[in-house]
């Protein structure tokens, strides 16, 4: 069974760091991009970055560019999204999601079930 | 706001047809596949329509997606009261370097 699976969520003050990992299972990970999607609370989706199968392409929301990295570790079918400098506006449940195909233009099929953010003092 | 325009609600009775629109520009849709995503109560959403008209095995014919030029929808048929959930569309963005999204229709199973 596909499955992934996020973790690192918290609470954190304004300006802080946060690191998020997403872990899969059940599907060839270096076959696949996989991207980070966010939705606040009471809101729509909105994605937030998105990396190749090799790390070779990434991408990022204007929103976030400069302050979060996305990663991956093949080795150990890892994710992960280095969040720096948070705001409030960052506040949202975390998705972690496949790609549909090894590039990050193809879409994503598999979401995990999220990991709560908030940017709070 | 979202760069994808969507109506932000449609309704209908069971067993009736509906669509969602999903309006956008020639960056996005007009030179990319279109997406629809479904997103249950409380749930992560989940792939309903890809590649503008395909649908992922487990999804019910019922749902179909079309697009044309800049627009696309997504047409559910028969419809249930589990239908009942947040319709989401996606695209490549160009211009972005990046996935954007319709704002979301939530729909509602009178």
């Known amino acids: 069974e596909v499955q992934l699976v996020e973790s690192g969520g918290g609470l954190v003050q304004p300006g802080r760091s946060l690191r998020l990992s997403c872990a899969a299972s059940?599907?060839?990970?270096?076959?696949?991009?996989m991207h980070w999607v966010r939705q606040a609370p009471g809101k729509g989706l909105e994605w937030v970055s998105g990396i190749s199968w090799n790390s070779g392409r990434i991408g990022y929301a204007d929103s976030v560019k400069g302050r979060f990295t996305i990663s991956r570790d093949n080795a150990k079918n890892s994710l992960y999204l280095q969040m720096n400098s948070l705001r409030a506006e960052d506040t949202a449940l975390y998705y972690c999601?496949?790609?549909?195909?090894?590039?990050?233009?193809?879409?994503?099929?598999?979401w995990g079930q999220g990991t709560m953010v908030t940017v709070s003092s | 706001q979202s760069v994808l325009t969507q109506p932000p609600s449609a309704s209908g009775t069971p067993g009736q047809r509906v669509t969602i629109s999903c309006s956008g520009s020639?960056?996005?849709?007009?030179?990319?596949?279109v997406y629809w995503y479904q997103q249950l109560p409380g749930t992560a959403p989940k792939l309903l329509i890809y590649r503008n008209n395909q649908r992922p095995s487990g999804v019910p014919d019922r749902f179909s997606g079309s697009k044309s030029g800049t627009s696309a929808s997504l047409a559910i048929s028969g419809l249930r009261s589990e239908d009942e959930a947040d319709y989401y569309c996606a695209s490549w963005d160009d211009s972005l370097s990046g996935w954007v999204f319709g704002g979301g229709t939530k729909l509602t199973v009178l």
């Open positions: 059940g599907f060839k990970f270096d076959d696949y991009a």
């Open positions: 999601a496949k790609g549909l195909m090894v590039v990050v233009t193809r879409g994503f099929d598999i």
């Open positions: 020639s960056s996005d849709i007009g030179s990319n596949y």
